[in-house]
């Protein structure tokens, strides 16, 4: 199975900040990485798929890049919507797997 | 586009529970269903995957006959349920909508599931 690592667990930054969450990743996985957001207790939201490629109706100031076995996912630009919990999922194989999390706060 | 979960679930332990994920807007049997589960306070975990148009499915070893997923193609409904829940069972159930091995495209509002005594 695949194992998904997170780093930070916990970010805290300021409005206008530029953040990077980093996701690496047990085995390669080619660019099989998606990035969710969730707030609190409700259902996650697609961000970014195959590693980089931003979903209809996501802000520019999110990117993601990377492939193999390390990825980022950017928020240039930090707005007081973006707090949340960042996941990683990779999807090349079975198990399907996420990241531990990175909790953002805002200041 | 939407994926509609039943309601809170309150159990207690060996009893038997199925909830429910329906689907609208879309193409109900092209799309696979997922089961993501969140304990209190934890992450997200992958429990499996169904196809409604065969019911083909994959899960996860962690819940591999725990658990049973299924659906009704005349109602748009996936199902994930168990005959004898325990109070780890305890968690946050979304279901997700997946387009081939692609990524979650559309959820579900989630339905929590309390196991206790």
């Known amino acids: 199975d695949i194992q998904l690592t997170q780093s930070p667990s916990f970010l805290s930054a300021s409005v206008g900040d530029r953040i990077t969450i980093t996701c690496r990743a047990s085995l390669a996985i080619n660019t099989y990485l998606a990035w969710y957001q969730q707030k609190s207790g409700k259902a996650p939201k697609l961000l970014i798929y195959d590693a980089s490629t931003l979903q209809s109706g996501v802000p520019s100031r999110f990117s993601g890049s990377g492939s193999g076995t390390e990825f980022t996912l950017t928020i240039t630009s930090l707005q007081p919507e973006d707090f949340g919990t960042y996941y990683c999922?990779?999807?090349?194989?079975?198990?399907?797997?996420f990241g531990g999390g990175t909790e953002v706060e805002i200041k | 586009v939407q994926l509609v979960q039943s309601g809170p679930e309150v159990k207690k332990p060996g009893e038997s529970l199925k909830i429910s994920c329906q689907g609208s807007?879309?193409?109900?049997?092209?799309?696979?269903i997922n089961w993501v589960r969140q304990m209190p306070g934890a992450g997200l975990e992958w429990l499996g995957r169904?196809?409604?148009?065969?019911?083909?499915?994959n899960y996860n070893a962690s819940v591999q006959g725990h658990v049973i997923m299924s659906v009704d193609k005349p109602s748009n409904t996936a199902y994930l349920q168990w005959n004898t829940v325990k109070a780890s069972d305890t968690a946050m159930y979304f279901c997700?909508?997946?387009?081939?091995?692609?990524?979650?495209?559309?959820w579900g509002q989630g339905t929590m599931v309390t196991v206790s005594s």
């Open positions: 169904i196809y409604p148009s065969d019911s083909f499915t």
């Open positions: 997700a909508r997946h387009r081939g091995s692609g990524p979650a495209l559309t």
């Open positions: 999922q990779q999807l090349n194989s079975y198990p399907l797997s």
């Open positions: 807007g879309y193409a109900f049997t092209s799309d696979w």
